[in-house]
């Protein structure tokens, strides 16, 4: 099936680091969306993006909707300990009606205290 | 609010039996159900869309008659696997859409091994 390429794959950082991760693809997307997965658990929403060009943020995490409708980041500032886990971007399908989503490959993000 | 609940959280059948997960909108209604199965280190891959009252929608290369979806209620999708191999063995996650929050929810996932 379809995936968005993320980048980096994976990260190790001291902890007070600030983090970017990518998320590009082929196709455009209307919407973009971040998750964060813990171990053994569902991902859970950290921020929607619905507007080209969008910039949004959420506590210490902030993301961008790529002017292209092809591309996001998402930065984490000051990152701790329980950052940790596996982050997701996705896309939502354009112009569909089905609300499905695309998943990007990932970026798992390790932080030494 | 808007919890999506999974049963069972995990499960170890054998090889050649079926196994059915449940997946349940506790809050709200969901008119559509998303099923997806995620392998070790990777991604979560759409499998199927299933709407309440009616066939699910199948990703390419899901076998339909191998991985069948029930969405009977606007609260409940069921995904069953039939005569499972250990190739089945996977992280299976639904979701649920909610209209009125314009949000997928997503469940905590089964484990599902096959021996």
């Known amino acids: 099936g379809q995936q968005l390429n993320q980048s980096p794959q994976s990260m190790f950082i001291q902890e007070g680091e600030d983090v970017s991760m990518n998320c590009t693809s082929s196709?455009?997307?209307?919407?973009w969306l971040w998750y964060k997965q813990d171990p053994g658990e569902g991902p859970v929403l950290l921020i929607a993006?619905?507007?080209?060009?969008e910039l949004t943020s959420n506590g210490r995490l902030t993301a961008q909707f790529g002017i292209t409708r092809k591309d996001s980041f998402l930065n984490i500032s000051a990152s701790i300990p329980s950052d940790v886990g596996i982050y997701f971007c996705?896309?939502?399908?354009?112009?569909?009606?089905?609300?499905?989503?695309?998943f990007g490959t990932g970026t798992l993000l390790a932080v030494q205290p | 609010g808007a919890v999506v609940s999974q049963h069972p959280s995990r499960v170890i059948c054998k090889s050649g039996t079926s196994v059915k997960i449940e997946c349940r909108s506790l809050?709200?209604?969901?008119?559509?159900m998303f099923w997806y199965r995620q392998f070790p280190k990777q991604s979560l891959m759409l499998m199927a869309t299933?709407?309440?009252?009616?066939?699910?929608?199948?990703e390419q290369g899901v076998e339909k008659d191998k991985f069948l979806i029930n969405h009977a209620s606007l609260t409940l999708s069921t995904l069953t696997v039939t005569s499972a191999h250990p190739e089945d063995s996977s992280f299976y996650i639904c979701?649920?859409?909610?209209?009125?929050?314009?949000?997928?929810?997503f469940g905590p996932g089964t484990r599902l091994t096959v021996t």
């Open positions: 993006l619905y507007k080209a060009g």
């Open positions: 196709s455009i997307f209307n919407t």
């Open positions: 996705a896309g939502q399908d354009y112009g569909g009606a089905t609300n499905k989503l695309i």
């Open positions: 299933s709407n309440e009252g009616s066939k699910a929608t199948y």
């Open positions: 809050d709200f209604q969901a008119t559509t």
């Open positions: 979701s649920a859409y909610s209209l009125v929050l314009s949000e997928q929810y």
